[in-house]
């Protein structure tokens, strides 16, 4: 399995930006699916993103209804990291944000395709 590891959360402002980190260790994942999900208190863990490799060199992402148009995914292969960066935050953008990464390159956005889970990495969004 891959390690992953999240990094780039914080604290920041409404309307402000963030730029989340997921960087893997152990093996190469630029073959696999790489989502993100957040888990704000009290809730159930969200689905918000995921980038797929299609080919040689194409690629496949999809967003969720809430983040689309705010959130933007992309992938560099050299550092074996993927980023997620979050424009006009809100209040309710507020979280743990997860990186998770699914081997069989899936077009997924259930969490039980994915088989590595990073810890999550804290992001407050003060109004």
């Known amino acids: 399995q891959v390690q992953l590891v999240e990094s780039g959360g914080g604290l920041v402002q409404a309307g402000g930006s963030l730029r989340l980190s997921c960087t893997a260790s152990?093996?190469?994942?630029?073959?696999?699916?790489v989502g993100w999900f957040r888990q704000a208190p009290g809730k159930e863990r969200e689905f918000l993103a995921r980038i797929v490799r299609i080919g040689m060199s194409g690629t496949n992402i999809y967003y969720a209804n809430s983040v689309k148009g705010r959130f933007t995914l992309s992938r560099d292969d050299a550092e074996n990291a993927i980023y997620l960066q979050m424009n006009s935050l809100k209040s309710e953008d507020t979280a743990v944000y997860y990186c998770a990464a699914d081997r069989s390159g899936r077009f997924s956005t259930l969490e039980r395709f994915y088989d590595s889970w990073g810890r999550g990495t804290q992001v407050t969004i003060s109004s």
């Open positions: 152990g093996r190469t994942f630029s073959r696999y699916t």
